[in-house]
């Protein structure tokens, strides 16, 4: 090959890796042109998916909350979106589902017993067992199963679908407890003081209920009660910016009795619809900190005469029968008006409610099926029943 020839080569080889450079550059511009036009776009108007993450609440925050409650606060909810998050009837899915668990413990036993053909003495005798093994508690267990036997002909006994009726129809009774329909309006402001043992959820209840009522157009002021617990203040204050709400808090370690005396007062003077008090968590058997609730009992009625207007004790449903033994002690020391069962969703031994109803003869509230803020729902006997006994919910 000729010198002339090797200079025509090497001109082309420049020529064609110029044009490959020069082809390169133009695409990349092209990609960074696409890549802006797509950003300025998705400014402008965000995606279908950025519209259900803005609507929607973020996952669990982690607090530096200790054993007094769940250890997690859902993300800042404004109160209109609490309100469009619950649909308005979906209660009895939500109860269903946080009954799952206990669906798959007594119940499901009970539905062994009852898919037999046959319901003799000996499966009568299986029933009984079930019952008091179940943890509803003795008194319940027992008044569930002689009620069974005294409603029934033998030739009931022999119809399956009879039997379960009735013990529905029993469960229903015990848990339908002679009391006044709550009202958060028949007092202004009303009062509400949560009292319970460490662990059982009250802090956590008082930030869902607090958003539960300000998607009802109600003012709430919450009271941080519990001066005592590592990071209880703190983690109360989380809560009222996730449910819109005031808070009155106080130095750590100072007496409880004042920071809810100035937040009753607050109440009062500034009218707010619903005042609710958080207390430090205690042992049922600590006879020194029962006293001091019912100092503080007495704070609130110098603050607002009549104060409180409601007490509800707090229990955790994953205690069972323990829950029952709390329950009884507290109400021999306090007035309690009310009671609210946390952690549902998390145990089978959601029949406990049926032992602190009979054992107590107090209402149950409000009860917890969930993590999420909106997961406090209001009681109601029907609904848990049929949730509790639904043999076709998964």
């Avoid at 990609?31 to 803005?54: C, F, G, I, T």
């Avoid at 030739?155 to 339908?176: C, E, G, M």
């Avoid at 021999?332 to 009310?338: N, R």
């Avoid at 054992?359 to 803020?373: F, H, N, Q």
Wanted: hydrophobic content about 45%.
């Amino acid at each position: 090959m000729g010198s002339t020839e090797l200079v025509y080569l090497a001109i082309f080889g420049v020529v064609i890796a110029l044009l490959v450079f020069w082809l390169r550059r133009a695409a990349d511009a092209s990609r960074k042109q696409a890549s802006s036009d797509l950003r300025e776009r998705l400014q402008a108007k965000p995606s279908a998916r950025q519209r259900r993450d803005d609507a929607a609440p973020a996952p669990p925050l982690a607090t530096t909350a200790d054993a007094d409650d769940e250890p997690a606060i859902p993300s800042a909810t404004e109160p209109s979106s609490v309100a469009q998050e619950t649909p308005p009837n979906d209660d009895a899915r939500a109860v269903r589902e946080g009954l799952a668990k206990t669906r798959g413990g007594f119940v499901s036993r009970l539905g062994k017993l009852f898919a037999r053909k046959a319901f003799d003495q000996a499966t009568l005798d299986e029933l009984e067992e079930v019952l008091f093994t179940a943890d509803i508690g003795p008194r319940a267990a027992d008044k569930m199963f002689q009620e069974v036997k005294a409603a029934l002909s033998k030739d009931d006994l022999a119809d399956t679908s009879k039997v379960w009726a009735q013990l529905k129809s029993i469960a229903n009774a015990i848990l339908r407890v002679d009391s006044a329909p709550l009202d958060f309006s028949a007092q202004r402001p009303l009062v509400l003081l949560t009292i319970g043992v460490n662990g059982a959820g009250k802090t956590t209840t008082i930030g869902k209920l607090a958003a539960h009522l300000t998607s009802q157009r109600k003012r709430v002021l919450l009271a941080a009660g519990d001066t005592f617990r590592a990071a209880a203040t703190e983690q109360l204050v989380e809560w009222a910016k996730r449910a819109g709400v005031d808070v009155v808090t106080g130095k750590s370690g100072s007496d409880p009795s004042s920071v809810i005396f100035d937040a009753v007062k607050k109440g009062v003077e500034e009218g707010f619809d619903v005042v609710i008090c958080d207390t430090a968590g205690r042992l049922h058997s600590n006879t020194s900190l029962m006293e001091e609730l019912k100092k503080i009992r007495r704070v609130c009625d110098k603050a607002c005469p009549g104060a409180p207007h409601e007490t509800w004790l707090v229990l955790d449903a994953t205690n069972g029968q323990n829950a029952i033994a709390q329950a009884k002690t507290f109400k021999a020391d306090m007035a309690i008006t009310g009671i609210v069962l946390t952690k549902l969703d998390g145990t089978a031994k959601g029949g406990v409610i049926l032992g602190i109803c009979d054992e107590l003869s107090v209402p149950v509230r409000y009860i917890g099926v969930g993590e999420k803020i909106t997961d406090l729902r209001p009681f109601d006997a029907e609904t848990f029943v049929d949730a509790l006994f639904d043999q076709g919910a998964a």
